[in-house]
């Protein structure tokens, strides 16, 4: 998938969509996709000027929006306007490397399980082949309120 399918799968936009292009996916399995991390980005004119990282939550945040490609390619071929995927949980979540600028972020997410509206998944942000995060993700498809 590249970015113009992404967005058509995601609602996010500059500067929060966090997938740059999706290498493989499995719909009901996994999925691997890639962030390039950029010097650019706004979050590293505070997040530390001096020695640019990028913020664990954005990469949680990047991984949440894998699953999404996930769910979403695992529901059907084409989204729904009217349903809303949302991270509902955090669970396991370990930091091991620093994210700084020039580095490519491949992001894996595989589904676990899936119970009515909530789906849990094993997630996996390394950047050169060494984990830089790891986590459990929950989140919930509901219906726009």
């Not at 990047?62 to 390619?73: S, V, W």
Request: charged share 25%.
């Amino acid at each position: 998938m590249y970015i113009d399918e992404i967005r058509r799968f995601l609602p996010h936009r500059y500067p929060f969509l966090l997938i740059d292009r999706v290498l493989e996916c499995v719909p009901g399995e996994n999925l691997t996709a890639i962030k390039n991390v950029s010097v650019n980005e706004p979050f590293f004119t505070g997040h530390f000027p001096e020695t640019p990282i990028m913020p664990g939550v954005l990469i949680i945040e990047a991984l949440a929006q894998a699953t999404g490609l996930l769910g979403f390619r695992t529901m059907s071929e084409e989204p729904s306007a009217d349903l809303l995927y949302m991270l509902v949980g955090v669970d396991d979540i370990r930091f091991k490397r620093q994210v700084v600028p020039g580095d490519q972020l491949t992001l894996k997410a595989k589904l676990e399980r899936r119970s009515k509206v909530i789906w849990k998944f094993s997630c996996e942000a390394s950047v050169d082949g060494h984990v830089v995060t790891a986590a459990n993700l929950l989140c919930a498809a509901k219906g726009k309120e």
